[in-house]
């Protein structure tokens, strides 16, 4: 499959995972939790689901679900931990917090798809 389908797919599915991520994140921000705290939640509820439109829908992976998950795990937390500095640093430098919120999104996106794409899902049905 061509790159710029599966970047286009990748991102449809991440519209989803976004919209749900995000309602968790600023939900829990308007009730007080710290942005961070709401970051981790946010995050956290999307990660099945991510997995799965990722693996099933998005690569179409053939490779086994185990091997997959495995893969997936170490990937997740790279792009989680960059969209961690990303959001430490807009806020030490003063950015809105919701700014601050959608380029870490931003950053997690980037580094998400190279990874899936590059380690996590390279047994595809092209």
């Given at each position: 499959?061509?790159?710029?389908l599966l970047l286009v797919k990748?991102?449809?599915?991440?519209?989803?995972?976004?919209?749900?991520?995000?309602?968790?994140?600023?939900?829990?921000?308007?009730?007080?939790?710290?942005?961070?705290?709401?970051?981790?939640?946010?995050?956290?509820?999307?990660?099945?689901?991510?997995?799965?439109?990722?693996?099933?829908?998005?690569?179409?992976?053939?490779?086994?679900?185990?091997?997959?998950?495995?893969?997936?795990?170490?990937?997740?937390?790279?792009?989680?931990?960059?969209?961690?500095?990303?959001?430490?640093?807009?806020?030490?430098?003063?950015?809105?917090?919701?700014?601050?919120?959608?380029?870490?999104?931003?950053?997690?996106?980037?580094v998400g798809f190279s990874l899936?794409?590059?380690?996590?899902?390279?047994?595809?049905?092209d």
């Amino acid at each position: 499959m061509r790159l710029s389908l599966l970047l286009v797919k990748y991102s449809t599915a991440g519209v989803i995972n976004t919209l749900i991520g995000y309602a968790v994140i600023f939900g829990c921000m308007a009730s007080g939790f710290d942005p961070k705290v709401s970051n981790v939640a946010g995050y956290g509820v999307g990660f099945v689901a991510s997995f799965v439109q990722s693996r099933y829908w998005v690569f179409r992976s053939r490779g086994g679900v185990v091997d997959d998950g495995l893969r997936f795990i170490p990937a997740f937390l790279v792009a989680f931990g960059v969209n961690l500095l990303v959001l430490h640093g807009m806020l030490e430098i003063g950015a809105n917090p919701y700014l601050a919120q959608l380029g870490a999104g931003l950053a997690y996106v980037g580094v998400g798809f190279s990874l899936n794409y590059a380690f996590v899902f390279r047994k595809r049905n092209d």
